[in-house]
């Protein structure tokens, strides 16, 4: 089945500056790949998603970049802002299924 | 867009007893369910994943005995934790899939926290 590893757990930057959180997957085959923000006690809510057909989608400050050779991809989160700190879980398909990254947290100080 | 309705959002029970979560697909047939549970500061892993008007399949190492699901309509999807016990503790959540498998977004329920006291 599908083995999806996200790194790093735990991210702290700056408010205005870059962060990026990276996933890397086993199956070939996965062609769909979505990124989560959850905040605490809450549901996972779909913040961008890649399918690989691209190498990479951008919404706003948000933007993900796919290697299908290297089978990893990233999420880039441009200008952060304390409101984006939360715990970002990326996923991959898994027969039917989806499998989640260990997730990392992320906190943006202001 | 697609929301997956989940009650109860928080439930405190004494050990030994069942509870019942429901999550129901409000502007979507949710042909799969998908249960998950998520303990403090950890990753969302999948218990069991159900098909409508079939049985659950459950990951390795999950009780189907004790965690019941039942899928009887495209609409509505229930997890029965049967016995619980203090280590059942944690965050549910749902998620409803249209039957598009490996490349459509999962529609999540809000969870329901359970604490078995």
């Known amino acids: 089945g599908e083995n999806v590893e996200q790194h790093p757990s735990t991210l702290s930057v700056q408010e205005g500056d870059s962060a990026v959180i990276k996933c890397t997957y086993s199956d070939s085959a996965s062609n769909y790949f979505p990124w989560y923000k959850q905040e605490l006690g809450k549901r996972p809510q779909l913040i961008i998603d890649?399918?690989?057909?691209?190498g990479e989608k951008k919404d706003q400050r948000i933007a993900v970049t796919l290697n299908k050779t290297a089978k990893h991809f990233s999420l880039h989160i441009t200008e952060t802002q304390p409101e984006d700190s939360a715990v970002y879980f990326c996923a991959a398909p898994n027969n039917n299924d989806m499998r989640f990254g260990a997730g990392t947290r992320l906190t943006v100080k202001p | 867009g697609a929301v997956v309705s989940q009650h109860p959002s928080w439930v405190i029970c004494k050990s030994g007893t069942s509870v019942k979560i429901e999550c129901r697909s409000l502007d979507f047939q949710a042909t799969t369910m998908f249960w998950y549970r998520q303990f403090p500061k950890q990753s969302l892993m999948l218990m069991a994943t159900?098909?409508?008007?079939?049985?659950?399949?459950?990951e390795q190492g999950v009780e189907k005995d004790k965690f019941l699901i039942n899928h009887a309509s495209l609409t509505l999807s229930t997890l029965t934790v049967t016995s619980a016990h203090p280590e059942d503790s944690s965050f549910y959540i749902c998620s409803g899939g249209s039957g598009r498998g490996r490349s459509s977004p999962l529609h999540f329920g809000n969870g329901t926290r359970l604490t078995v006291t």
């Open positions: 159900s098909n409508e008007g079939s049985k659950a399949t459950y």
């Open positions: 890649i399918r690989s057909n691209v």
